[in-house]
Structures are given as C-alpha cells and as structure tokens.
C-alpha cells in the first residue's frame, strides 16, 4: 500500500465536496456520519444559505441529518478556496446534454478549474458525474496537474460513478462503489478513501472503465425499459395484458428481470445517460443501434400514453376538447419531488395541446411547481368529482388510489399502480 493509500485508510481525513445536489449532499453527510470531516463547496449562495439554516432540498438527507452533521461540524460554503484544506475532492456536479444532444461539459470545466486553483500536494480528486468515457483523463487530470504537481506522486485523480436512486431505501454508503484510477497508484489511493465512506468498493483497472460502467448500467435500464414499452403496445394491440404477462414470466427462477411499462422515461439519468455513450461512440464511427432504438421507442411512450386517453373518454363519448382531465404524479419517478425531464409532463402537455383542460395531484412536487408549469394544483384529499378521467402517471405510495377510482369515472394507470396494491376496479384500465 502506498503511504498515501494508508494515509486514506488510518488517518482522520477531510473530504471536499464540490456540488451540493442529489449525489453531493448525501455524500457529504455521510463522510460526517463516518467520522470524516467534511468541507461541502456549491456555487450557489442561494443553496449554501440553505442548508446552512438547516433546510434539506433533498428527501434523501433529512434536515435531522443535515443539522447532526452541521453540528459536528459540516462546512458549508460557496467560497472554493476553503477547500484547500480537504485532502480528497470529490466532484459531483450536474451533467446535462446541450441543445442536440451532445454532453455538455461546462460544469464539469467549472469544478476543474476549481480543482486546478485549490490543488494541494496529497490531495486525492474523484469525479462522481456521470460523463463519456475518457473526461477524467481529458480534463481532470490537466486541471490536477496544472500548477507541476505529478499525476500518481503528488496528486491522484480517479473516476467513481454515482449510483444513488433518490427515493430508494439503499443510501449513498450502501451502495457498492466502483472506482477506477487516472493512474495505478491514483487508483489505490481512491479505493482506500472511498472504503472509509460507502460500505463496498469495486476497484476497476482504469478511469474510462468506471465511466462506461456507469453508462452500460444505465443503458441496461434504458434499452430494457424501450423493449418493455414496446411489448405493452403490442399487448394492447393483442387485447392481452401486459402486467399479467410480466409477472408470468417474472415467475421463471432464472433469465428474466422484469422492467415495466411507463408513459415515457424521465429524469436527468435514464434518457441521458445512453447519449454520453452514443455521443462518444458516434466521434468512434461507431453506430449504437440499441441506444437510438430505445430512445425512438420511449420518446414516443408520452404521446402514447396521451393517445390512450383519448381512447378511454372516445368510450364514454367524450372529446378530449374542453374535457377535465386530472393528471396524477408528474414527478419523474415514484416517492420524490424532482420533476425535471418527467415524462407525466409530456403527456399532460399532449393532451392540454388537444384542448383538455388539465389539474394535477401531487403531494410531492408540491402546489408552486405544479403552477409553474401551467396546470391546476389539486390538493391530497381535495374533491375530484368534477373530473371525467384521471391518468396515474407516478406512482407514489402517499397517493390514495382507492379514493381516485371512488370520486373519478375512469381512470387510466400507466404504472400498474392499482394492481400493485391489490385494488380491483372496473373503472381502472392499465396502460
Ligand atoms: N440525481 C441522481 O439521481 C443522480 C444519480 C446518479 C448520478 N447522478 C449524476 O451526478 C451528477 C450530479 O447530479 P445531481 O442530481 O446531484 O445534480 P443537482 O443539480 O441536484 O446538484 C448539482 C449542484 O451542483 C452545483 N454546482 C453547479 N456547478 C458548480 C460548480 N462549478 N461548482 C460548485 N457547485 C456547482 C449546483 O448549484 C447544484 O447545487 C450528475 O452528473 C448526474 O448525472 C445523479
């Protein structure tokens, strides 16, 4: 072991964390859980205020855990260079995909030159956003190294994908760890940080290896979640049910993982995720048909959805004109408040474009966001009889089905929700 990777392992070390969202804040409050000191660097005043006064934006980090870890001693703050003093820095920006769908890179860039500007001798950086294969190499290890210091002597740089499912009950340091280095001794000197912080770590023999296993994972998902949508359309077609048909076959003790069906994918991993791959592969020559199938087929799941809806009041002898229409859950996926990228919006935008008058329930996202997308709130427990159809479009258990089906006609259920439960209703169809 070099002396750097027992540094990591026995000595009391501080870890920085650059970006405080979704993957940041939870890190950072569980290297404080693990006895770690922490220094949690955002760019935004506004975030940095906030969870100074104690307020958590994030379901997965109660403001009990926030304020446990603030009194032990959590830094918070929007000033980079107090992160000189941190021995590791670990990078958790967001990565979204430009206008035409290429990776863009800007704060990855941004949280570099934070890098190259608070560098230390010693100091081990990781970068957990999920990115194409080779952005470590490409513009970690420059930033690290920019001021002399020497890659695997005086600075470690390693890639280490996020794999945390906001919502889930598995948290940030159950979760296995892979973690691939810049170099040799970069990745020794990772692994044995992120062992003092998450419970397993899967080391991996490059930086660009860990990336890709990122990006297979969540093409996995992608790809099993177009074939999925595909066979529900089918089944529909064959008046078969898909539901029915995926728990026969979830019954084979081998060979088969059930994935549902949805009205689209949503969220700011599954639908982008693949294009970090498709985009590099495509600067390869390479042509990703997998990918650029799923995507064909998921993105066209919203108008789908939405089509089947017009089908449902076409039964009853309603048009969608005029026609009000509750949407139920328009966060991206069950039991969180993110609506970002959230294929329930898509649908419900089909259907106001057809003249539907639209109303959403969701105790999660919450009245104001709900507003700010143009559609009526509804509150929990508020009367829905005014209502001619209700489309469960996410699934969260907070949501009284048995009370949608009771107070609105017809209702459409896009994620199997009532058959989950075990609610029989004539009044449901299933997707
Ligand atoms: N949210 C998830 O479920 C999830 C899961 C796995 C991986 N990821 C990946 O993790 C990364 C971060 O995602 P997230 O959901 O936590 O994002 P987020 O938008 O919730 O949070 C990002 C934070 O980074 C801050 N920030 C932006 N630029 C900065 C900079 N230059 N310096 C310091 N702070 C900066 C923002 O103010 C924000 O608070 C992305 O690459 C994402 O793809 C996300």
């Given at each position: 072991m070099s002396d750097r990777a027992r540094f990591f392992t026995e000595e009391s070390w501080t870890g920085g964390v650059i970006g405080l969202g979704y993957v940041g804040l939870p890190l950072a409050v569980t290297m404080m859980a693990r006895g770690l000191e922490v220094i949690a660097f955002d760019v935004s005043p506004a975030r940095v205020a906030e969870l100074n006064a104690g307020?958590?934006?994030?379901?997965?980090?109660s403001d009990d855990e926030l304020a446990e870890a603030l009194s032990n001693g959590m830094i918070v703050t929007a000033d980079p260079d107090r992160l000189r003093a941190a021995d590791a820095i670990f990078i958790c920006v967001p990565s979204p995909l430009g206008?035409?769908?290429?990776?863009?890179?800007s704060y990855i860039r941004a949280a570099a030159e934070t890098v190259a500007r608070v560098v230390q001798p010693g100091m081990l950086v990781s970068l957990e956003s999920t990115t194409y294969p080779g952005t470590t190499e490409d513009i970690l290890v420059p930033a690290a190294t920019a001021s002399g210091l020497v890659l695997d002597e005086d600075v470690y740089v390693a890639f280490s994908p996020e794999r945390v499912n906001p919502g889930a009950d598995m948290k940030t340091g159950q979760i296995p760890k892979v973690v691939g280095g810049a170099g040799e001794v970069s990745a020794r000197v990772a692994s044995a940080a992120y062992a003092r912080v998450v419970d397993s770590v899967y080391p991996v023999s490059s930086a660009k290896t860990a990336e890709m296993a990122k990006l297979l994972e969540n093409t996995y998902r992608a790809v099993n979640i177009g074939l999925i949508n595909e066979m529900a359309q089918l089944a529909h077609e064959l008046d078969i049910d898909i539901w029915e048909v995926i728990d026969a076959a979830s019954s084979k003790p081998f060979g088969f993982h059930p994935f549902y069906p949805g009205p689209g994918v949503g969220g700011?991993?599954?639908?982008?995720?693949p294009q970090f791959l498709a985009w590099r592969a495509r600067e390869a020559n390479f042509a990703t048909r997998f990918i650029d199938l799923a995507e064909q087929v998921n993105t066209k799941m919203p108008s789908y959805a939405a089509g089947r809806v017009a089908d449902l009041l076409n039964t009853h002898g309603l048009p969608v004109f005029g026609t009000a229409i509750l949407g139920v859950g328009i966060a991206y996926k069950p039991n969180v408040g993110d609506d970002r990228e959230s294929a329930s919006i898509e649908v419900l935008r089909v259907l106001e474009q057809r003249g539907a008058v639209i109303s959403v329930l969701d105790p999660l996202v919450g009245e104001a966001r709900i507003a700010a997308h143009g559609f009526a709130p509804v509150a929990q427990g508020a009367a829905l009889d005014d209502f001619s159809v209700a489309v469960i479009l996410t699934d969260h258990d907070v949501l009284d089905l048995e009370a949608i089906a009771e107070a609105v006609p017809v209702v459409l259920d896009t994620r199997g929700a009532y058959r989950r439960a075990g609610i029989a209703r004539d009044n449901v169809v299933s997707l």
């Open positions: 307020r958590s934006p994030i379901e997965d980090v206008r035409n769908r290429e990776p863009d890179l700011h991993c599954i639908p982008l995720d």
